[in-house]
């Protein structure tokens, strides 16, 4: 159960009772231990009642506010203090962590490079490729190709391979895009648009 802030008016009185009782008890007892009264009567009287008042107060307490139905689990705490004494969880072993062996790294053979110049910063726009159009330059760009002069240094095969892996299908085949290529790379794109004239669809 909770904790019980306040007293019922019940608990109470029952407490006044037993605390007069023992009031009354202690003082028969010092008038018996000091013989201050020759009357004994009268000290035995008041430690009957004394007594007699104890026991209808602890009595009529336990019959009025059966306090056993009340009580809680005392394995579940519920309130302050119980808890504090609740046994802490036992703390998860911690494994060990054994170091793995150190084993040599063995060399592994470089795949070879393809030969793509590097990249400069600023990409070229391979569109004005005749053939490549925006899905083509988007894969040719996700591969690392971004530049005329990657275009140029490059096979047909090698570029047709770099669009195919990124799953956009060729209409044309790109045998002119190296040519092409290698003239916008040069800056000559008067001679790109008499070669761009004379191909149909990049062929």
Same mark, same amino acid.
């Given at each position: 159960?909770?904790?019980?802030?306040?007293?019922?008016?019940?608990?109470?009185? +029952?407490?006044?009772?037993?605390?007069?009782?023992? @009031?009354?008890?202690?003082?028969?007892?010092?008038?018996?231990?000091? $013989?201050?009264?020759? %009357? @004994?009567?009268?000290?035995? &009287?008041?430690?009957? #009642?004394?007594?007699?008042?104890? /026991?209808?107060?602890?009595?009529?307490?336990?019959?009025?506010? !059966?306090?056993?139905? !009340?009580?809680?689990?005392?394995?579940?705490?519920?309130?302050?203090?119980?808890?504090?004494?609740?046994?802490?969880?036992?703390?998860?072993? #911690?494994?060990? =962590?054994?170091?793995?062996? =150190?084993?040599?790294?063995?060399?592994?053979?470089?795949?070879?490079?393809?030969? /793509?110049?590097?990249?400069? @910063?600023?990409?070229?726009?391979?569109?004005?490729?005749?053939?490549?159009?925006?899905? &083509?330059?988007?894969?040719? %760009?996700? &591969?690392?190709?971004?530049?005329?002069?990657? =275009?140029?240094?490059?096979?047909?095969?090698?570029?047709?391979?770099?669009?195919?892996? !990124?799953?956009? !299908?060729?209409?044309? %085949?790109?045998? %002119?895009?190296?040519?092409?290529?290698?003239?916008?790379?040069? $800056?000559? +794109?008067?001679?790109?648009?008499?070669?761009?004239?004379?191909?149909? $669809?990049?062929?």
């Amino acid at each position: 159960m909770p904790a019980q802030e306040k007293l019922t008016p019940t608990e109470q009185n +029952f407490a006044y009772l037993i605390g007069l009782g023992i @009031a009354i008890t202690i003082v028969a007892l010092l008038l018996i231990g000091l $013989g201050t009264i020759d %009357n @004994a009567d009268i000290t035995t &009287s008041l430690l009957i #009642v004394g007594i007699a008042l104890i /026991v209808l107060g602890v009595g009529g307490w336990l019959i009025m506010v !059966r306090p056993w139905e !009340r009580f809680d689990d005392l394995k579940t705490p519920h309130y302050a203090g119980h808890d504090a004494h609740a046994p802490a969880e036992e703390a998860a072993p #911690v494994a060990e =962590v054994k170091a793995a062996p =150190v084993t040599e790294a063995k060399a592994v053979p470089a795949e070879e490079a393809a030969p /793509v110049p590097a990249a400069p @910063a600023a990409p070229d726009d391979l569109t004005l490729i005749e053939g490549i159009g925006p899905k &083509s330059a988007a894969a040719l %760009n996700e &591969s690392g190709i971004t530049t005329f002069a990657q =275009v140029a240094a490059m096979t047909a095969e090698q570029l047709e391979q770099a669009v195919k892996e !990124r799953g956009v !299908r060729l209409v044309g %085949n790109a045998a %002119n895009w190296p040519q092409q290529a290698a003239l916008a790379a040069a $800056g000559d +794109f008067a001679a790109l648009a008499e070669l761009q004239a004379k191909l149909k $669809g990049g062929v």
